[in-house]
């Protein structure tokens, strides 16, 4: 075998290695941060159960996912306590207390904020993803399409074939801008909304597999 040829060879060899690891790391890493999660939280709700309700006193074996249960039907139930006006009350005030720590109060906001984007109807009500050119010429930034027509006194007073599209920013995308922009200055991308926010609250790291244009 030539040096060339095992030059090559340990070249394959090594992008193989390469590759592997990029196919099993995220996916062993995913496995072990669930498992040790649900671990956690299996922990932590056991000690709400007293002890003479606890699943091992009538079942002999361990149930796994039973913390995991539970704490969804103690989600459920705080959801349904803060729908009250009661609940709603001391949301209020738990923000309210919230505010007035400095690091912590920006820490909440930004969570809270993520979790309404993808959990809330907020992100359903955008059709789809676009690239328009902000905040000048030359410029591409992407964006959310509110609107494919805007109507009303807008579209009668510049008497153009505007969109609505909402122009989101980095890394908070409940935060932004609404601007109106002519349809034939808008790039349709073929990118979910769901992956359009990814790519957003990532700053660009988390790129959706398809970004080809639409004809």
């Given at each position: 075998?030539?040096?060339?040829?095992?030059?090559?060879?340990?070249?394959?060899?090594?992008?193989?290695?390469?590759?592997?690891?990029?196919?099993?790391?995220?996916?062993?890493?995913?496995?072990?941060?669930?498992?040790?999660?649900?671990?956690?939280?299996?922990?932590?709700?056991?000690?709400?159960?007293?002890?003479?309700?606890?699943?091992?006193?009538?079942?002999?074996?361990?149930?796994?996912?039973?913390?995991?249960?539970?704490?969804?039907?103690i989600l459920i139930f705080i959801g349904m306590f803060t729908t009250g006006w009661a609940?709603?009350?001391?949301?209020?005030?738990?923000?309210?207390?919230?505010?007035?720590?400095?690091?912590?109060?920006?820490?909440?906001?930004?969570?809270?904020?993520?979790?309404?984007?993808?959990?809330?109807?907020?992100?359903?009500?955008?059709?789809?993803?676009?690239?328009?050119?902000?905040?000048?010429?030359?410029?591409?930034?992407?964006?959310?399409?509110?609107?494919?027509?805007?109507?009303?006194?807008?579209?009668?007073?510049?008497?153009?074939?505007?969109?609505?599209?909402?122009?989101?920013?980095?890394?908070?995308?409940?935060?932004?801008?609404?601007?109106?922009?002519?349809?034939?200055?808008?790039?349709?991308?073929?990118?979910?909304?769901?992956?359009?926010?990814?790519?957003?609250?990532?700053?660009?790291?988390?790129?959706?597999?398809?970004?080809?244009?639409?004809?």
């Amino acid at each position: 075998m030539t040096d060339n040829m095992q030059t090559k060879f340990w070249r394959k060899l090594k992008n193989y290695l390469l590759t592997g690891v990029i196919v099993v790391a995220p996916v062993a890493i995913t496995a072990y941060m669930s498992y040790h999660l649900v671990v956690w939280i299996n922990e932590v709700t056991s000690r709400l159960i007293p002890q003479q309700w606890r699943i091992g006193n009538f079942v002999p074996y361990a149930v796994p996912g039973l913390g995991l249960i539970l704490l969804i039907v103690i989600l459920i139930f705080i959801g349904m306590f803060t729908t009250g006006w009661a609940g709603k009350f001391f949301v209020r005030l738990w923000e309210k207390i919230i505010r007035k720590m400095p690091v912590v109060s920006s820490f909440y906001s930004l969570m809270k904020q993520i979790f309404e984007t993808f959990l809330s109807q907020k992100s359903r009500s955008f059709s789809e993803v676009v690239l328009v050119q902000y905040p000048r010429p030359g410029m591409w930034t992407i964006a959310f399409v509110s609107k494919d027509q805007t109507q009303g006194e807008i579209a009668d007073k510049t008497k153009q074939n505007l969109m609505s599209i909402y122009v989101p920013t980095t890394p908070n995308p409940t935060s932004g801008f609404l601007i109106f922009v002519p349809q034939n200055d808008v790039i349709k991308l073929d990118m979910s909304v769901e992956d359009g926010i990814k790519y957003v609250l990532s700053c660009g790291i988390v790129t959706p597999e398809t970004l080809e244009i639409r004809d």
